[in-house]
Every structure is written in C-alpha cells, then in structure tokens.
C-alpha cells in the first residue's frame, strides 16, 4: 500500500473510533509522525489530507522543512533547551515540556520571535525511567510555575506515552488516568492566557483506537501511515 492509501486508512479508524465513542471526528486530531521518512513521503501523506505532522528531533525538522509542502508541524520528542532556538518559528506545538528550566528557554525565544507558544506538559504515566515526562503528582506544581513566569507560553494540555503494549487495551488505564488528570486540570483556575487546557495528545500506531475512546484530542501515528522506521 502507498502511504496516500495508508493514511486515508488511518483517518478513516479515526473517524470509525470517534463514532464510536460518541464523538465528532473533528474533535480529534491525527498527526502523522514523520521520523526518518524523507520530505517526499511527508508530502505524499499532506497530498492525502494530512495537515498537522510530528517529528521527535529538531535536527530532523530542519533537515526537511524547506522541502515539506505547508503544513503545521509539531515537535513530540524529547526537546533540550540548548535547542529551542532552532524550532520556535517553526513549529505550532511542542509537546514534551517537562520542566521549569525548558519552559523558561521557550518563553524565552518564542518572547524574542514576537509569537506566543503552545505547548503540552509530558506527563511519565508509569514513571518509566527511560521516557522522559513529569510524575502526575507534580503537574500542578510545575503548571503554577510555569503560568506564573512564562507569558509567551500557553500551556494546552498534556501529552503521554503509556510503555510499550502488547495488546492496545494495555493502553487504556493510562489513557484513562490522563484523561481524569487532564478533566482536573480545566477546574485550576489559572491565567487562562497561559493555561487552557483543551488538548490530550495520546496514542499511536498500535492503540490510538482505544486512546480516542478514552478522550485523546490529538493522536500521533506513525508507523501504520509510513510504515517501518530505517534508524541509520
Ligand atoms: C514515534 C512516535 C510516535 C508514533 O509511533 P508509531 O508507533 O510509529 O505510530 C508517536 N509519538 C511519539 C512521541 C513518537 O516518538
């Protein structure tokens, strides 16, 4: 299959899942992730429909923006604040904030672009020590401190990466101890120039179906649109 017909399969379990669950298909956002594949397969999936794409490495979307078509890209990986600088015009999200620290370097730059960042606050669902993310337990802190310093920064809501399943429902207590997190969140009362939390980005390729019946906004699909990753 061509990544044009994998793609259109993808949205079209999308809108399956949605239905499903009693929501509108537009209430959910598909984001194709795009590690390792080249520009030219990017913009086969934009030709297909695509219009929100995803890299993990800034090197990455520097490498290919100028040869992707228009389209809005977002920064899911893990980001380092010596970084920052190279993507702030370049993409409309980053979804991996997970402290104080890179949130200070986003206000910063995005402040000196004369633009206002959205971000996503990396939550570690099962606080495995090889992801990055933040304990459930810290997110209101760090979303106080973060409001308070940071005014070229919204925070939108939370991003999460449950480990690796063998089934798709493994997923779904994950999913659902970050939908409730992200249900609290919308009661904290904070600036709501900073902070308006009306963004759940989960799940991917193996169980984005179950991540959509359990409230995700944004989910982030690779693999079963681009097929398998060459890591060189
Ligand atoms: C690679 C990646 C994805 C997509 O993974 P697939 O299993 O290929 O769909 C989603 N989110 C993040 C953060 C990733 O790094």
């Known amino acids: 299959m061509s990544v044009s017909d994998r793609y259109a399969e993808v949205k079209r379990r999308v809108e399956e899942a949605a239905a499903r669950s009693g929501r509108s298909a537009d209430e959910v956002t598909l984001i194709a992730v795009t590690k390792t594949h080249p520009a030219s397969e990017i913009n086969e999936a934009i030709d297909a429909g695509a219009t929100d794409i995803g890299e993990n490495r800034v090197q990455e979307v520097l490498e290919k923006y100028d040869d992707v078509k228009p389209v809005r890209w977002h920064l899911i990986g893990h980001l380092q604040t010596n970084k920052v600088r190279q993507i702030i015009d370049k993409v409309v999200m980053i979804h991996s904030v997970d402290s104080l620290k890179l949130a200070r370097e986003i206000d910063k730059r995005a402040s000196a672009a004369g633009l206002k960042m959205d971000v996503l606050i990396e939550i570690n669902s099962a606080m495995e020590e090889t992801k990055s993310g933040i304990a459930a337990g810290d997110l209101r802190a760090l979303a106080e401190e ?52 009306t963004v759940l980005s989960m799940g991917m390729s193996g169980d984005f179906e179950v991540a959509i019946e359990e409230g995700a906004t944004i989910v982030r699909v690779g693999s079963s649109i681009f097929g398998p990753r060459n890591y060189r």
């Open 146 to 197: 973060i409001t308070a310093e940071c005014a070229s920064v919204r925070i939108c809501g939370l991003m999460c990466i449950p480990p690796m399943a063998a089934e798709p429902e493994d997923s779904r207590p994950y999913f659902r101890e970050a939908r409730e997190l992200f249900e609290e969140m919308k009661g904290w009362g904070l600036p709501e120039d900073r902070f308006a939390p």
